[in-house]
């Protein structure tokens, strides 16, 4: 129900579409999670995650606020997202479930084919510390690439160059986020469970970044991708910014805002404000997803504790021994399934739903570069208007009581020094102008098409999620139903 609730609120649905959803989740009774037979395909939850538009919305590209008061609008497409998860869930299902080991990215192929594998522990010396690299593996026919098969370490410190690249390379564009550093299930940093949600992460961002239409051609994504260990060594030396640019870069920021009070443009404060609220749905989904995954950690200790006593009792028992035994490893078998369905569960379900909780600030991370973008042309379009009045000062003043003219200087000649300089800052600045404007105009056609595109993946990705987690329980049910029914068939007889 919770996991219902968080995903009814990533767009306005009726009672009919929560019902749907919360139907998949449990009884209408209040009884155990059980799979009722609903059938996904219904066409009243084909426009849950279509992109909104407002109404009276004018087509441009504004973001709809994860709330909104308008009808959900329907996806204008001959096969909707949940139509063709749907129709892979039925073919799945024809004979035995079988659950995918990650769900490909449903976008477009833009030539680059990128996989993190192998996962290895490495050490650059006795006294160094250890780290974990992964293997990078690249399939690719672009002709700017040295090969079409290419493989690389990389560890997680080159991963975080990456982005800190492209954010700095692509004021308008959402970068995919990172895993975090630190984990965030209290395993330890060397533990496999850790490294495979690392893993999972790292690919997941390459993987996304291979499959935008610019970000894809990046030179900096290319270098990471087939630059050899020395190779990519010199060329991050080569990006490496001094203190003291990183100092005077701040403080450009820092001026701009304090001089710069720019009325912000409602498009993206629309997006703001659908990016927080879809930030604390991900965290409700989360959760519930979390909960889910200990619960069954839990399960899977109590049904060995329970199989560990059934052996004793089976031991000290000799006339009920043989049955016994049998429910000994029926319980050492739901134990085992138990376990399976958790770590299908944190794979298919709740890594993808924290990669979503920090997709939010990535969003906002977007949006505060574009921001950035605004305030720097509305600050060389107040130092335009300025000197443009410092023109109409020198033009309506004699310059008689100049310094020049007091040192003797033809006051003529003065004021025409003065105003040739003048006229040459005012071309450089209208240059400047018309560049930032041009910069703003591209940023913003970016950032709103990264943003619809955002949205529209969001959607299929949970769906995926939805439509994963009901696989994963149709497959445990299937085979702890097959293991009662073999044990009862043995007790019966």
């Not at 404000?273 to 200790?301: C, H, P, Q, R």
């Not at 574009?370 to 109409?392: F, I, P, T, Y």
């Amino acid at each position: 129900n919770t996991v219902a609730q968080s995903v009814s609120h990533l767009r306005p649905v009726s009672n009919s579409h929560f019902h749907c959803i919360t139907a998949i989740m449990s009884d209408d009774q209040g009884g155990p999670a059980i799979m009722s037979p609903v059938d996904i395909t219904d066409s009243s939850l084909q426009d849950l995650f279509a992109p909104g538009v407002e109404e009276g919305s004018s087509g441009s590209g504004a973001s709809t606020p994860l709330r909104s008061a308008s009808p959900p609008a329907r996806i204008e497409s001959t096969s909707s997202p949940l139509a063709r998860v749907s129709s892979s869930r039925q073919s799945s299902r024809a004979g035995s479930p079988a659950v995918p080991d990650t769900e490909p990215l449903m976008q477009e192929d833009f030539g680059l084919i990128v996989h993190v594998v192998d996962p290895k522990k490495h050490t650059d010396g006795p006294f160094a510390s250890t780290y974990v690299a992964y293997t990078v593996q690249t399939q690719t026919q672009r002709q700017s690439y040295g090969g079409t098969e290419l493989s690389v370490l990389r560890r997680y410190s080159d991963f975080i160059w990456l982005r800190e690249q492209l954010s700095n390379r692509f004021c308008g564009h959402i970068i995919p986020p990172l895993p975090p550093k630190h984990n965030l299930q209290k395993n330890k940093t060397g533990d496999p469970v850790f490294i495979e949600t690392r893993r999972f992460g790292l690919e997941r961002f390459l993987q996304r970044l291979a499959n935008h239409p610019v970000l894809s051609h990046s030179k900096c994504l290319r270098i990471f991708l087939e630059a050899k260990s020395h190779e990519f060594t010199t060329a991050k030396k080569e990006t490496e910014v001094s203190i003291l640019d990183e100092m005077a870069h701040s403080a450009g920021t820092l001026t701009s805002k304090f001089l710069i009070k720019a009325a912000p443009d409602q498009r993206f404060v629309e997006t703001e404000t659908y990016a927080n609220g879809f930030e604390e749905v991900m965290k409700e989904f989360e959760s519930a997803a979390a909960l889910i995954t200990e619960n069954s950690d839990k399960l899977s200790t109590v049904s060995m504790d329970f199989s560990s006593a059934l052996r004793r009792m089976a031991e000290s028992e000799e006339d009920l021994g043989p049955t016994l035994t049998n429910f000994q490893n029926l319980f050492e078998k739901q134990s085992e399934l138990f376990a399976e369905y958790k770590a299908k569960l944190n794979k298919a379900v709740l890594d993808p739903s924290q990669e979503y909780v920090l997709y939010s600030e990535s969003v906002r991370e977007a949006l505060r570069r574009r921001n950035q973008v605004d305030r720097d042309k509305q600050l060389v379009e107040q130092l335009l208007d300025e000197k443009a009045r410092e023109k109409k000062t020198v033009e309506s003043d004699d310059q008689t009581l100049s310094m020049g003219a007091i040192f003797g200087k033809p006051a003529a000649e003065v004021k025409q020094e003065k105003l040739n300089k003048v006229e040459k800052e005012l071309e450089e600045l209208v240059q400047a102008a018309e560049q930032w404007h041009d910069n703003l105009d591209v940023t913003n056609s970016a950032l709103t098409a990264d943003v619809d595109n955002w949205r529209k993946q969001a959607g299929d990705d949970i769906l995926h999620m939805i439509g994963n987690q009901a696989d994963i329980n149709v497959e445990y049910l299937t085979e702890m139903l097959s293991s009662w029914d073999t044990v009862i068939e043995q007790f019966d007889t």
